[in-house]
Structures are given as structure tokens and as C-alpha cells.
């Protein structure tokens, strides 16, 4: 038991001797968590882009209820609910010797777990915001009001998530050299639909990161007080 502890200590101290060294190029080393993060990420990008879709069917409906466009904004909502509970939840691959690793190459291991472990919760969230849109769909007009305060709060929140998502992607890679992450950032990440560097430019200050990230959750905490006060009008309105 003792020995097979030393034989993998020996393996992973090779290991960052290694990495350390250069061997095979200091890009490979960090290949392994490159490709680990994709299919999180095309989970993430697919996960949104239904959700968002069926969101805009909403707010067609919203802008001009009809029965067409009621018919449509509930279809897609099915669709997206049915898609979205299909979505197979991804798990990381590392292994023990390479999430060891990770502090040799500042790669934050919490933030790395935590990203593959929100995986599931974003996914339950987007489903009952479905389901509750559903609900009042299935009730209009008499619901169209509250509706119309949910969808603003929901797409809002979406794009905020999306936002922060990146800002925590780009806070966990910030330090990875430019002739392992250009790749990564040209040829996968620029071809997520969520991906918007236009919107949150690539940045290597962490620093400036994280006070991006809080104005982003401030600008979502607004917005969220906002809406309340508005449901609480709607609800004042109809106790008269």
C-alpha cells in the first residue's frame, strides 16, 4: 500500500518535472484540460441557446398575442423542455495525476470542480423556468402581465449568465500561454453561440476580471429588484 503511494508520487513528480521542462511543448501540457472543458462548454452553449430560443418565441407572443403566435410560443417551450431534459449532463475526465497538476500550471482546481459541478443545477433551473412559462401560457391572456415581468427577468438573468460564464472561463484559462489558448479561443470557443468577446473582451487581469463579474451580478441583482417591484404592482392592482 505504502509502495503503491510512493509509485504514484514518483509518477506525478515526474509528471511536473516535465510539464516543468517543456516536454513535448509547453502547449500540451495543458491539452488535457483544454479538451476536458469542451464538452461542458458545448453542453453550456446548447443548454442556453434552447432555453433563449424558446424565450424569444415568448416574447413574440408578447408583442403580438395571437393565437398563432400563442400556439408557437407554447411549442417551443415544449420543445425546449423536452430538449433540455434530453441534454446529457457532462462529467470531467482528468485524471488524478493531471488534476494534481493543475497548481503547477495555475489552473484553479475549486474553480475548475466547481464549474463541471453547477452542470446539473443550471440545467434543473432553466427546466422549471420552462415549466412555470408553460403554466402561464397554458392561462393566457388572463397571466400576460406577469408573463411579460417573468420574461424580462428571465432573459435578462440568461444574458447575464452567459456573461458570467465567460468571465469565469476567461478568469480560469487568463495565464494558459497564447500558443495553447489562441487555438482554443479561435477554433472553439469563438463558434459558441453564448460566446461574445465583443461584448466581454479576453483579459489576462484577474483582478479586473473579478470586478467585471460584480458588476454583472450587481446589474442582475437590479434587475431582479426591479421585476419584483413590478409583480408587486400587478399584484396590488388586482386586490383593488
Same mark, same amino acid.
Not at 462548454?41 to 434552447?50: E, G, I, K, M, V
Not at 459541478?117 to 422549471?128: G, P
Given at each position: =500500500?505504502?509502495?503503491?503511494?510512493?509509485?504514484?508520487?514518483?509518477?506525478?513528480?515526474?509528471?511536473?518535472? $516535465?510539464?516543468?521542462?517543456? $516536454?513535448?511543448?509547453?502547449?500540451?501540457?495543458?491539452?488535457?484540460?483544454?479538451?476536458?472543458?469542451?464538452?461542458?462548454?458545448?453542453?453550456?452553449?446548447?443548454?442556453? #441557446?434552447?432555453?433563449?430560443?424558446?424565450?424569444?418565441?415568448?416574447?413574440?407572443?408578447?408583442?403580438?398575442?395571437?393565437?398563432?403566435?400563442?400556439?408557437?410560443?407554447?411549442?417551443? $417551450?415544449?420543445?425546449?423542455?423536452?430538449?433540455?431534459?434530453?441534454?446529457?449532463?457532462?462529467?470531467?475526465?482528468?485524471?488524478?495525476?493531471?488534476?494534481?497538476? =493543475?497548481?503547477?500550471?495555475?489552473?484553479?482546481?475549486?474553480?475548475?470542480?466547481?464549474?463541471?459541478?453547477?452542470?446539473?443545477?443550471?440545467?434543473?433551473?432553466?427546466?422549471?423556468?420552462?415549466?412555470?412559462?408553460?403554466?402561464?401560457?397554458?392561462?393566457?391572456?388572463?397571466?400576460?402581465?406577469?408573463?411579460?415581468?417573468?420574461?424580462?427577468?428571465?432573459?435578462?438573468?440568461? #444574458?447575464?449568465?452567459?456573461?458570467?460564464?465567460?468571465?469565469?472561463?476567461?478568469?480560469?484559462? $487568463?495565464?494558459?500561454?497564447?500558443?495553447?489558448?489562441?487555438?482554443?479561443?479561435?477554433?472553439?470557443?469563438?463558434?459558441?453561440?453564448?460566446?461574445?468577446?465583443?461584448?466581454?473582451?479576453?483579459?489576462?487581469?484577474?483582478?479586473?476580471?473579478?470586478?467585471?463579474?460584480?458588476?454583472?451580478?450587481?446589474? =442582475?441583482?437590479?434587475?431582479?429588484?426591479?421585476?419584483?417591484?413590478?409583480?408587486?404592482?400587478?399584484?396590488?392592482?388586482?386586490?383593488?
Amino acid at each position: =500500500m505504502i509502495k503503491g503511494k510512493i509509485h504514484r508520487r514518483a509518477g506525478l513528480v515526474l509528471a511536473l518535472l $516535465c510539464l516543468l521542462a517543456g $516536454c513535448g511543448g509547453e502547449e500540451d501540457a495543458y491539452a488535457p484540460y483544454l479538451e476536458d472543458l469542451k464538452p461542458a462548454l458545448l453542453y453550456w452553449d446548447a443548454l442556453s #441557446q434552447t432555453y433563449l430560443e424558446a424565450l424569444e418565441g415568448v416574447g413574440d407572443y408578447l408583442a403580438d398575442p395571437t393565437p398563432k403566435t400563442l400556439a408557437a410560443a407554447r411549442d417551443g $417551450c415544449a420543445g425546449a423542455s423536452e430538449a433540455i431534459s434530453a441534454l446529457e449532463v457532462p462529467a470531467s475526465a482528468l485524471t488524478d495525476e493531471e488534476e494534481a497538476a =493543475m497548481g503547477a500550471l495555475d489552473l484553479d482546481p475549486t474553480d475548475y470542480g466547481a464549474f463541471f459541478e453547477t452542470l446539473q443545477y443550471e440545467k434543473d433551473t432553466r427546466l422549471q423556468a420552462l415549466d412555470d412559462v408553460l403554466g402561464r401560457l397554458e392561462a393566457a391572456p388572463v397571466l400576460d402581465d406577469v408573463q411579460a415581468v417573468f420574461w424580462e427577468l428571465y432573459t435578462g438573468f440568461e #444574458q447575464g449568465e452567459r456573461q458570467l460564464l465567460q468571465i469565469g472561463v476567461n478568469h480560469l484559462l $487568463c495565464t494558459v500561454p497564447p500558443e495553447a489558448l489562441d487555438p482554443f479561443r479561435t477554433d472553439f470557443l469563438a463558434g459558441l453561440a453564448l460566446w461574445d468577446e465583443g461584448a466581454i473582451p479576453w483579459s489576462s487581469d484577474r483582478a479586473a476580471l473579478d470586478e467585471l463579474g460584480e458588476e454583472v451580478l450587481a446589474g =442582475m441583482e437590479d434587475l431582479s429588484g426591479r421585476q419584483a417591484q413590478k409583480l408587486g404592482e400587478i399584484y396590488a392592482q388586482a386586490l383593488e
